[in-house]
């Protein structure tokens, strides 16, 4: 069933179907006893086992949706029904962004893949705040009879294409302080290669400006919320090893590894869709070098800074050594 439905949405154009997909599950979900049924179906929530606690938040399953899939905040309830432990929204700027040129993202069936160059199109940090807002309250207004744990929600925050990088530091300081009191944990984003330029952040003495920055409005608050850097499966082993004694030596709360990747290694049977797209590619030809660097910076910090791991999980096999390191795993 799930290749038929699959092969009649591969018809559709990639973008808009997402949307269209979206949509039709928000309606379904809008109607209890199906909400239920799809809940019972998909969430592993039951077992004990798949409980993990990180970064002092309590996930019920440590799969979640990584940022890009719901950049404005809008299918929260959709997709905490489909089982995920946690969804991370966004990239969200200070100022709202069309995002660049459609055609802008593409499908790479044959390799379990897809490029994308999106550019951080969303709404805006203050429509997204707003949004967040309405389903704090709803889910505040509901616990008492939910018993069940909380959907964990990750803001994923970046810079307006139009700031230059020297300022690059405001915007990741009006898309914190706006979102702080929504949102759970923050997730750096200075390692897409769809903003002309962001890669460049990645450089030790930009990271430090702005994660020092973040960190030191975060100390000003009633509840410090977890900072995370978000990183590219493209750095060398000595950019590598720059993040990694950075977040050390900053005590960064964790690392999200990888963001996608503008090489095309791995692509076997849609290499010419893969030259002739430019942005980053997802999917299974980066779960290798994703792991990679999960593995290279857990080592490096000799298990100290929790991360995220990110990139090519299709099974439950990929999910169990990709998934979540912690601080002293056990």
């Known amino acids: 069933m799930y290749k038929i439905?699959?092969?009649?949405?591969?018809?559709?154009?990639?973008?808009?179907?997402?949307?269209?997909?979206?949509?039709?599950?928000?309606?379904?979900?809008?109607?209890?006893?199906?909400?239920?049924?799809?809940a019972t179906i998909f969430s592993p929530?039951?077992?004990e086992n798949l409980k993990s606690e990180?970064?002092?938040?309590?996930?019920?399953?440590?799969?979640?949706?990584?940022?890009?899939?719901?950049?404005n905040a809008k299918y929260l309830r959709e997709l905490e029904t489909l089982g995920f432990g946690f969804v991370e929204i966004?990239?969200?700027?200070?100022?709202?962004?069309v995002g660049n040129d459609k055609p802008?993202?593409?499908?790479?069936?044959?390799?379990?893949?897809?490029?994308?160059?999106?550019?951080?199109?969303?709404?805006?940090v203050k429509v997204i705040a707003e949004r967040l807002r309405q389903w704090q309250s709803k889910v505040n207004s509901q616990q008492s009879t939910v018993n069940s744990q909380r959907l964990i929600i990750g803001g994923n925050i970046g810079k307006n294409k139009i700031t230059p990088n020297e300022d690059a530091w405001k915007d990741y300081e009006i898309c914190f302080k706006e979102l702080?009191?929504?949102?759970?944990?923050?997730v750096v984003n200075v390692s897409s290669?769809?903003?002309?330029?962001?890669r460049e952040l990645q450089e030790k003495e930009s990271l430090r400006k702005i994660l020092r920055h973040l960190q030191m409005i975060n100390n000003g608050k009633a509840v410090a919320k977890p900072i995370l850097l978000k990183i590219a499966p493209d750095l060398t082993k000595e950019q590598l090893?720059?993040?990694a004694e950075l977040a050390l030596e900053i005590q960064l709360d964790g690392l999200v590894a990888t963001n996608t990747t503008i090489d095309r290694e791995g692509l076997e049977h849609d290499l010419r869709i893969g030259t002739l797209e430019t942005g980053g590619l997802s999917g299974k030809p980066l779960q290798k070098r994703s792991t990679e660097v999960v593995k290279y910076i857990y080592e490096k910090t000799k298990g100290e800074i929790p991360i995220i791991a990110s990139g090519g999980i299709f099974t439950g096999a990929d999910a169990n050594g990709q998934v979540l390191f912690m601080k002293d795993p056990g």
């Not at 990180?54 to 950049?71: E, M, R, S, T």
Request: hydrophobic share 40%; proline share 7%; with cysteine.
């Open 180 to 186: 702080h009191y929504y949102v759970d944990y923050f």
């Open 54 to 71: 990180i970064l002092n938040l309590k996930f019920k399953n440590p799969v979640g949706l990584g940022a890009g899939f719901d950049k």
């Open 45 to 47: 929530s039951t077992n």
């Open 90 to 97: 966004g990239t969200v700027t200070p100022l709202p962004q």
């Open 193 to 198: 290669p769809n903003t002309p330029g962001l």
């Open 241 to 243: 090893n720059d993040v």
């Open 5 to 38: 439905l699959r092969s009649i949405l591969f018809l559709f154009p990639t973008e808009w179907i997402h949307y269209f997909s979206m949509n039709c599950l928000r309606l379904l979900c809008s109607i209890s006893f199906l909400r239920k049924l799809f």
């Open 104 to 124: 802008r993202l593409f499908r790479l069936p044959k390799d379990k893949a897809l490029i994308n160059r999106m550019g951080f199109n969303n709404d805006g």
